[in-house]
């Protein structure tokens, strides 16, 4: 399938899934194989972390180090290895209105089904990261503005994130989402905030908007469930850390052992070499190899 068709179909794909009166619960991915075993696992949206592909490319905290293309090049493979609708986070789309523009024509050649965009200033730091700052309220809704014409008529979903809560305060980060929505944003995320009370305010102050909460365990933000969340009016939750914090500490745990032991014998944690083979495809791999290369 062409990008631009396999963009145009995972993208209406979102949208049909959006309607649902279901809240979405969308696992974070920082690779290919990760995104493989969140579909594996019944998953119908998945959301690339950009914390979590800074940390895996470049070992490095998400302090804005990625570049456009890094990330591009990251979310494009990761949307190609699966069948469903990949949402990929952009950062700030790396520069002004303009650089928005490359940005989001870019991800719809690379059959991205939708965006988030934030107003942090440049460099961008994790959601749930101390000091924070913003651009201007205008400044991004022109950003916004800018995303919805250059996505054209491929039906990518646009998500504004404001990060305006830690520096500006809850009515501030409200204030922002209105006018990131009347700027033609599709669902709105209002990043890490820190009560039971905020998440019902957002909720409140949109009541026909597809709104997005994040859960970051350990993060700034409760760790409700998703279908506490729905209760409140959530139409979305992600859970961008929760596979790269479990893989750690795994890794980290096979690593540990073979260091003192010399040996994994006795490692439980980890799938055997014959299912990894199964799930990555290596049977119909070997039947296109022995259909055309006679082998």
Same mark, same amino acid.
């Given at each position: 399938?062409?990008?631009?068709?396999?963009?145009?179909?995972?993208?209406?794909?979102?949208?049909?899934?959006?309607?649902?009166?279901?809240? +979405? *619960? !969308?696992?974070?991915?920082? /690779?290919?194989?990760?995104?493989?075993?969140?579909?594996? %696992?019944?998953?119908?949206?998945? =959301?690339?972390?950009?914390?979590?592909?800074?940390?895996?490319?470049?070992?490095?905290?998400?302090?804005?180090?990625?570049?456009?293309?890094?990330?591009?090049?990251?979310?494009?493979?990761?949307?190609?290895?699966?069948?469903?609708?990949?949402?990929?986070?952009?950062?700030?789309?790396?520069?002004?209105?303009?650089?928005?523009?490359?940005?989001?024509?870019?991800?719809?050649?690379?059959?991205?089904?939708?965006?988030?965009?934030?107003?942090?200033?440049?460099?961008?730091?994790?959601?749930?990261?101390?000091?924070?700052?913003?651009?201007?309220?205008?400044?991004?809704?022109?950003?916004?503005?800018?995303?919805?014409?250059?996505?054209?008529?491929?039906? +990518? *979903? !646009?998500?504004?994130?404001? /990060?305006?809560?830690?520096?500006?305060?809850?009515?501030? %980060?409200?204030?922002?989402?209105? =006018?990131?929505?009347?700027?033609?944003?599709?669902?709105?995320?209002?990043?890490?905030?820190?009560?039971?009370?905020?998440?019902?305010?957002?909720?409140?102050?949109?009541?026909?908007?597809?709104?997005?909460?994040?859960?970051?365990?350990?993060?700034?933000?409760?760790?409700?469930?998703?279908?506490?969340?729905?209760?409140?009016?959530?139409?979305?939750?992600?859970?961008?850390?929760?596979?790269?914090?479990?893989?750690?500490?795994?890794?980290?745990?096979?690593?540990?052992?073979?260091?003192?032991?010399?040996?994994?014998?006795?490692?439980?944690?980890?799938?055997?070499?014959?299912?990894?083979?199964?799930?990555?495809?290596?049977?119909?791999?070997?039947? +296109?190899?022995?259909?055309?290369?006679?082998?």
């Amino acid at each position: 399938m062409p990008l631009s068709a396999k963009h145009s179909s995972s993208a209406n794909q979102l949208r049909q899934l959006l309607e649902r009166p279901e809240i +979405l *619960v !969308i696992p974070g991915v920082y /690779d290919c194989l990760g995104a493989k075993l969140a579909e594996q %696992a019944g998953f119908e949206v998945l =959301a690339t972390s950009g914390f979590g592909i800074a940390a895996s490319t470049l070992g490095l905290p998400d302090y804005g180090f990625l570049t456009a293309t890094e990330a591009l090049y990251t979310v494009g493979r990761i949307a190609q290895s699966v069948n469903i609708p990949l949402i990929a986070d952009m950062d700030t789309g790396y520069g002004n209105a303009l650089n928005v523009i490359r940005t989001v024509k870019d991800a719809v050649q690379q059959g991205i089904a939708g965006v988030i965009l934030e107003d942090q200033e440049w460099p961008k730091k994790c959601g749930h990261f101390e000091g924070k700052r913003v651009v201007p309220m205008a400044e991004h809704a022109l950003k916004i503005q800018a995303a919805v014409q250059a996505r054209d008529e491929s039906g +990518l *979903v !646009i998500i504004a994130r404001t /990060d305006a809560r830690a520096p500006l305060g809850l009515h501030e %980060a409200i204030d922002r989402g209105r =006018a990131y929505i009347d700027a033609g944003a599709d669902a709105l995320f209002v990043e890490a905030p820190q009560s039971v009370e905020e998440l019902q305010s957002i909720a409140s102050a949109f009541p026909s908007v597809p709104l997005v909460a994040n859960i970051v365990e350990g993060g700034k933000t409760p760790q409700l469930s998703a279908s506490e969340l729905h209760q409140m009016g959530f139409k979305i939750v992600f859970f961008p850390l929760s596979a790269l914090l479990s893989v750690t500490k795994v890794m980290s745990a096979c690593f540990h052992q073979l260091k003192e032991q010399g040996t994994t014998t006795d490692f439980q944690d980890m799938v055997s070499f014959k299912d990894f083979q199964e799930m990555i495809g290596i049977p119909k791999y070997h039947q +296109l190899e022995q259909q055309f290369l006679g082998k």
